[in-house]
């Protein structure tokens, strides 16, 4: 089975600039979450959803951030402007609630720096 | 006080030994406890879950919960140097679907 599949690996651009990541989950998954992870802050929860709806959005940082599930197979998180302090690593997952919410399962990440 | 704390290390042990990771908790009413390795560069996976109260073992790996003591701990018996990783524990907090990660501890196993 094709386990979450993120692109792109890696982004680098100027400070300004609209950045879009994308995500795939596992097929069947019907949760999906977006996380920043970085030295200073480990792993942080930034939105998830449910069954394509945005659940819990509290740990987006700021409105420059936004994140969309259009249909059950893409997610996107969009940062508009970019600046350098959102220079992290960033990973989407997915799980399923059979019998109780089931471990996540990650994507591989998208490594992004902004100059 | 963080909901879920993790001491960063590095913990250093030679191949062979037993690596210990510990892992506290805030929260009395957290259910669910996970063990994620992530390796530099890659993203975390989970190695091992438990719900219960004790042991549960996997291979060489064990995981001990002691929920009146709020912590969890991780056990890898026989360690190796391909074990050289970063261990993340993650919490369902309270009634919380979600789990809450640590900062996670990094383990080095030294030939």
């Known amino acids: 089975d094709a386990g979450v599949i993120q692109s792109p690996r890696h982004e680098v651009t100027e400070m300004g600039q609209e950045v879009t990541l994308r995500c795939k989950p596992i097929?069947?998954?019907?949760?999906l979450f977006w996380y920043r992870q970085t030295m200073m802050r480990g792993l942080e929860l930034l939105i998830y959803?449910?069954?394509?709806?945005?659940?819990?959005d509290s740990g987006m940082p700021e409105d420059r951030f936004s994140a969309k599930m259009p249909n059950a197979s893409f997610s996107t998180l969009k940062i508009q402007p970019s600046e350098p302090r959102d220079s992290a690593v960033y990973f989407c997952?997915?799980?399923?609630?059979?019998?109780?919410?089931?471990?996540?399962?990650f994507g591989d990440g998208t490594r992004l720096s902004i100059l | 006080q963080k909901e879920v704390e993790q001491n960063s290390g590095p913990l250093s042990v030679p191949e062979g030994a037993i690596a210990s990771l510990n892992c506290t908790y805030s929260?009395?009413?957290?259910?669910?406890f996970f063990w994620y390795r992530q390796y530099s560069g890659k993203s975390p996976e989970l190695i091992m879950f438990?719900?219960?109260?004790g042991d549960k073992e996997d291979g060489r790996f064990t995981a001990q919960l002691n929920k009146a003591s709020q912590y969890v701990s991780l056990l890898i018996r026989d360690s190796q140097p391909s074990d050289s990783a970063t261990y993340l524990c993650a919490v369902r907090i309270g009634g919380s679907y979600i789990p809450t990660f640590g900062r996670g501890t990094s383990l080095i196993v030294h030939p």
């Open positions: 997952a997915s799980s399923t609630n059979t019998e109780g919410l089931q471990p996540q399962h």
């Open positions: 097929s069947g998954h019907d949760y």
């Open positions: 929260d009395r009413g957290s259910q669910s």
């Open positions: 959803f449910n069954n394509n709806v945005p659940i819990d």
């Open positions: 438990i719900y219960s109260n």
